[in-house]
Every structure is written in C-alpha cells, then in structure tokens.
C-alpha cells in the first residue's frame, strides 16, 4: 500500500491504491476529514477576546465587523456603543428632571384622563409639548398608553 501525507496535519498514513484511484484517501482521519470541509473562519470576541468559530454567513452579515462569543456579550457592547448620547434617538437626557419635580409638587399620581394609580406605568406629560418647560402648571400624570393618545391623537383626546 502506498503512503500518503495527510491534507490537514501532514501526517503519513497508508492508502488502498483503489482510494486514490476514485479520489479518496486525502486524510489520515475523519477529524482531518471534517476539519477539510469546514469553510469560515475563528475570531476574537470584541468584549473577552475568547475565540469563536464563524461561518462564512455570518462573517459577511456582520454590520459592525464586530463578532461576540455569546448573545450577552453583544448586549453589553451594544449598551456601550448605543446608550445615552450616542444612541440614535436621544433628546437631551432630562427626562428624570421633570419627573422629579412632579413628584415633588405633592399632585396625585394619578392618570389624569383614565384615572390609572398604577406608579410603573405613570409618566410626566408637558401640556405645552416643550420638553424644557418644567413649570408644575404645566406638568401632568399621565399613562402609557394615555400618553400614546395625547400625543397621537390629539384631535379626538382631550386632557381634562
């Protein structure tokens, strides 16, 4: 029999001349067999640096070209990068400001369209719409889903 070096390891290992002949024998294992098929590549996770194998699906769906060994990792990358200022929606960040001064006027937390006392889902809502007009006059306790109306419905929902 013949003797053959291994495609992966290098490894020498004999061959059947039938194998080579129909294009087998290339791998002194079926280790070095799967190790031949896989396609992709391993990377360094952005936030632990462990490796990870990817495939090549994922190697060029990444948008960041950023790659994360768990589900949580990215999460915690994501907080970094996309939270406070940075994060595409952010208006300011004096959202706790008038919520405060709301609390500290003595007013009932109370929803004042549908009459909701359920603290988790109340919200300061400003009469006027300007954010930065914290005055207590113009301040009021509304829900979430009562401050979703106000806001897109105004024609048909009136504050009391």
Same mark, same amino acid.
């Given at each position: 029999m013949p003797?053959?070096? +291994?495609?992966i390891c290098g490894k020498k290992f004999y061959a059947k001349p039938s194998w080579l002949k129909i294009g087998h024998g290339k791998h002194c294992s079926r280790e070095c067999q799967y190790k031949s098929q896989l396609r992709g590549r391993f990377v360094h996770c952005n936030v632990c640096g462990k490796e990870t194998w990817r495939p090549p699906k994922q190697l060029t769906n990444s948008k960041s070209g950023k790659f994360f060994c768990s589900k949580s990792h990215q999460t915690l990358w994501r907080n970094q990068v996309y939270s406070g200022s940075n994060h595409p929606l952010w208006k300011g960040g004096n959202h706790q400001e008038y919520r405060t001064f709301l609390l500290r006027s003595g007013a009932p937390q109370k929803c004042r369209l549908c009459g909701c006392e359920d603290k988790r889902v109340l919200i300061a809502h400003h009469l006027d719409g300007k954010r930065n007009n914290n005055i207590i006059k113009n301040l009021i306790w509304l +829900?979430?889903?009562? /401050? /979703?109306?106000? /806001? @897109? @419905?105004?024609?048909k929902v009136k504050i009391k």
């Open positions: 003797e053959v070096s +291994c495609k +829900c979430f889903n009562c /401050h /979703h109306l106000v /806001h @897109y @419905y105004k024609d």
